[in-house]
Antibody, heavy 121, light 108 residues
């Protein structure tokens, strides 16, 4: 079945960077975009950016421009999201989610299980 | 960007009752590119509805979506105990893609 499996929880100090992975299985990796969405505790969903795993093309929400980098390794069907200059405001669960196709608008399905990133001194 | 406003913020109902959740967009979602997700505590969101009214694979037919342009509705015809969760709408018509703030459906 189609599945996205994310890396485990992280604890980081303010100013550090974090890199979260998302491994895809059950479908052809290069035929669907991967998106990243985060959720602070008790809060709603916030889209961060996307990647086209075929071309490597990316797009980022304006809020995270310059601070987020999405990359991929096609040999292991994995997409990465790296967020730098962390503050306590970045404490959240980070999700990857498959898009509808490549570079086309669409719903997100399925989602990874989420990765908790805690930023604390 | 398109702002999605969900109402009510919290809805208290009993199993067996009908739930009606609203999602209003600040601009027209011209292609009906609107989805609904369910999120249970400690779980990732799960796709229920795409294209405003198309149920995702495996979603029970008690869930239905309707609406167009700026007003969309998710209806759960007869609530089951497992339906009590938080529901989000999501527009993917224009960039950046955006989510509503959620409606919490709680047991009365």
């Amino acid at each position: 079945q189609v599945q996205l499996v994310q890396s485990g929880a992280e604890v980081k100090k303010p100013g550090a960077s974090v890199k979260v992975s998302c491994k895809a299985s059950g479908y052809s990796f290069t035929t669907f975009d991967i998106n990243w969405v985060r959720q602070a505790t008790g809060q709603g969903l916030e889209w961060m950016g996307w990647m086209n795993p075929y071309s490597g093309g990316t797009g980022y929400a304006q809020k995270f421009q310059g601070r987020v980098t999405i990359s991929r390794n096609t040999s292991i069907n994995t997409v990465y999201m790296e967020l730098s200059s962390l503050t306590s405001e970045d404490t959240a669960v980070y999700y990857c989610a498959r898009g509808h196709g490549l570079a086309v608008a669409g719903e997100f399905d399925p989602w990874g299980q989420g990765t908790l990133v805690t930023v604390s001194s | 960007e398109i702002v999605l406003t969900q109402s009510p913020s919290t809805l208290s109902l009993s199993p067996g009752e009908r739930a009606t959740l609203s999602c209003r967009a600040s601009q027209s979602v011209s292609t009906n590119y609107l989805a609904w997700y369910q999120q249970r505590p400690g779980q990732a969101p799960r796709l229920l509805i795409s294209g405003a009214s198309s149920r995702a694979t495996g979603i029970p037919d008690r869930f239905s979506g309707s609406g167009s342009r700026t007003d969309f509705t998710l209806t759960i015809s007869r609530l089951e105990p497992e339906d009590f969760a938080v529901y989000y709408c999501h527009q993917y018509d224009s960039s950046p893609t955006t989510f509503g703030q959620g409606t919490k459906l709680e047991i009365k």
